[in-house]
């Protein structure tokens, strides 16, 4: 099992940047791949972004790809998402996921709290 806890997230200018951080604890990266996801008010949980388990490849939802990057420290048992260029419509409860892995809320077995990222306009 894995417990994920993010943080990070916040209110921010349309054109800033935040980082979010997901540590985790029990059984690691080793064992599960790594995703982001979001859930807007009103919407479905959407993809966002992920880690292959090897933690090789990395892959993005096109609406953030460009923007978006994912990496981790292994040291920290700490997954990042750095966030540039934020938009409105990035307005989020955001959320890390560890499992088997892939690009659907149904690959992934655990998750984390959430943390809210809004931004304005």
């Known amino acids: 099992q894995v417990q994920l806890v993010e943080s990070g997230g916040g209110l921010v200018l349309a054109g800033g940047s935040l980082r979010l951080s997901c540590v985790a604890s029990g059984r690691t990266f080793a064992w599960y791949a790594m995703g982001w996801f979001r859930q807007a008010p009103g919407k479905e949980r959407e993809f966002v972004a992920a880690f292959t388990r090897s933690g090789d490849s990395t892959y993005y939802a096109d609406s953030v790809k460009g923007r978006f990057t994912t990496f981790r420290d292994n040291a920290k048992n700490t997954v990042y998402l750095q966030m540039n260029s934020l938009k409105p419509e990035d307005t989020a409860v955001y959320y890390c996921?560890?499992?088997?892995?892939?690009?659907?809320?149904?690959?992934?077995?655990?998750w984390g709290q959430g943390t809210q990222v809004t931004v304005s306009s």
């Open positions: 996921a560890a499992g088997p892995g892939g690009g659907g809320p149904e690959d992934y077995d655990y």
